[in-house]
């Protein structure tokens, strides 16, 4: 019998929320996961995996934010593929996604829930 151990997920304090410049992400490690946490107007902030699943590279926190529409996106700064930052799909192909997770400011301090 194989028994797999799962975490649970929990609301941890990642950062203040000024640490995070409007427009911009920052990355963090919650519960052994990387997570990008978006800043996208002045109390909008939205939390997705960090990881890229086409170049299967941790780096979507230094994506480029921007609309389509009216909705927010991420592009990969290394192939340019945008993310739907409140669903986690991929624009181009909504049967690609990556994990998009809860994220809070509480008295100035951003939290995640991962």
């Known amino acids: ?42 109390n909008l902030l939205y939390a997705t995996s960090n990881f890229d699943p086409f170049t299967k590279a941790n780096v979507l926190s230094r994506g480029i934010i921007g ?4 909705v927010y996106k991420v592009a ?3 192939l340019k593929h945008s993310f739907n930052l409140k669903t986690g ?3 181009d192909d909504p049967t690609i996604t990556i994990p998009t997770y809860e994220v809070r400011v509480e008295d100035g301090k951003v939290w995640v829930k991962a």
Not at 11 to 27: M, P, R, S
């Open 1 to 42: 019998m194989t028994q797999t151990l799962t975490r649970e997920a929990v609301w941890v304090q990642v950062c203040e929320l000024n640490d995070i410049l409007l427009h911009a992400g920052v990355a963090a490690k919650v519960n052994g996961k990387q997570i990008a946490i978006f800043r996208v107007e002045e």
């Open 76 to 78: 990969s700064p290394l």
């Open 89 to 91: 799909e991929y624009l």
């Open 67 to 70: 609309t389509k529409g009216d």
